[in-house]
């Protein structure tokens, strides 16, 4: 069984900065692309930013491009998200997922196999 657990969540000012973790237990971590996947209130969840196998390749929703990296340590089981520069619009549940089955960066929610519970992000203006 595959387990997601994401933290770092909280309440900042516009402006301001978060890096949110997602730790992985259950089966190899380097086995699994991984992304970030948000969702506000009232909207569909989207596509954040996404991370190959080995780390090596990346990518990131035009809406966050030049503020948000995405990054992992293998060794450590766990991928990050580092925010700055936030923004109102950027409040969102923030959710990780795990890919068994690609070993690029995947943008496609729907193939993503393994979900956290998310963690709350609120940008204040």
């Known amino acids: 069984q595959v387990q997601l657990v994401e933290s770092g969540g909280g309440l900042v000012q516009a402006g301001g900065s978060l890096r949110l973790s997602c730790a992985v237990s259950?089966?190899?971590?380097?086995?699994?692309?991984m992304g970030w996947f948000r969702q506000a209130p009232g909207k569909e969840r989207e596509f954040v930013a996404a991370?190959?196998?080995?780390?090596?390749?990346?990518e990131y929703s035009n809406s966050v491009k030049g503020r948000f990296t995405i990054s992992r340590d293998n060794a450590k089981s766990t991928m990050y998200l580092q925010m700055n520069s936030l923004k109102p619009e950027d409040t969102a549940v923030y959710y990780c997922?795990?890919?068994?089955?690609?070993?690029?960066?995947?943008?496609?929610?729907?193939?993503?196999?393994?979900w956290g519970q998310g963690t709350q992000v609120t940008v204040s203006s």
């Open positions: 997922a795990a890919d068994a089955h690609t070993i690029y960066a995947n943008t496609r929610l729907y193939e993503y196999e393994y």
């Open positions: 991370i190959s196998r080995g780390g090596g390749s990346s």
């Open positions: 259950g089966r190899t971590f380097s086995s699994y692309s």
